[in-house]
């Protein structure tokens, strides 16, 4: 079964108003998550890695103030889309490592979350 | 810089027919770390196998076998005798063994399967 959840799958919003998005380590501790973008037939592209405790790090080009990530407990990140907009639109998928310090571990990613802004 | 190539965008098959994947990865890290996702139409990205770059053994799970040539910097992967439900988009990724070990994709290849 799957051992990140992440919630919604989908959603649609209006121009301007924020969305937020949750993922869920189900059976074990992620102190460090990570989110991704994928737009339609491309590849992920990371956003962010959210920290547990701290102030998640941010890929290049990606808006701080866009994009809020809140990592408050060991089994939960949210990424919260402000003021979103139709370029927003797109397809959000977290993933977390069983294990971070062993890197030889698998990331298990949710089942995504389908996001349109109309 | 790392960096993962997928050079085919989609590929077409007839089902029973064999079909390999091809993946190709740059890093300066000796020691590092390849996957190989599939993610079906519904999204979920499903892992189907990790390589530790120390290990060249080759490696078969039913009808998926995996190449990892480290000479070419390659990790291809091939589907034995396809089936519809292989149709998805796989993709290839990198790992380091530094940092947040966060992950780096390919392009990702669309395969098709018909029946």
């Known amino acids: 079964g799957a051992v990140v959840s992440q919630h919604p799958s989908w959603v649609i919003c209006k121009s301007g108003t924020s969305v937020k998005i949750e993922c869920r380590s189900l059976d074990f501790q992620a102190t460090t998550m990570f989110w991704y973008r994928q737009f339609p037939k491309q590849s992920l592209m990371l956003m962010a890695t959210?920290?547990?405790?701290?102030?998640?790090?941010?890929e290049q080009g990606v808006e701080k103030d866009k994009f809020l990530i809140n990592h408050a407990s060991l089994t939960l990140s949210t990424l919260t889309v402000t003021s979103a907009h139709p370029e927003d639109s797109s397809f959000y998928i977290c993933?977390?490592?069983?294990?971070?310090?062993?890197?030889?571990?698998?990331?298990?990613f949710g089942q995504g979350t389908r996001l349109t802004v109309v | 810089a790392q960096k993962v190539t997928q050079a085919q965008t989609e590929i077409s098959v007839v089902e029973k027919e064999d079909v390999t994947l091809d993946c190709v990865y740059e890093t300066r890290d000796t020691t590092y770390y390849l996957f190989w996702y599939k993610q079906p139409p519904s999204g979920e990205l499903v892992f189907l196998i990790r390589r530790n770059s120390f290990d060249e053994q080759n490696e078969i799970s039913g009808r998926y076998s995996w190449n990892f040539q480290k000479s070419t910097s390659s990790f291809n992967f091939t589907i034995t005798a396809s089936q519809v439900v292989d149709s998805a988009v796989y993709f290839c990724a990198l790992r380091m063994n530094t940092g947040f070990q966060k992950l780096v994709f390919g392009t990702g290849t669309r395969l098709l399967v018909s029946p």
């Open positions: 959210s920290n547990e405790g701290s102030k998640a790090t941010y």
């Open positions: 993933s977390a490592h069983r294990n971070p310090i062993l890197v030889n571990t698998e990331a298990f």
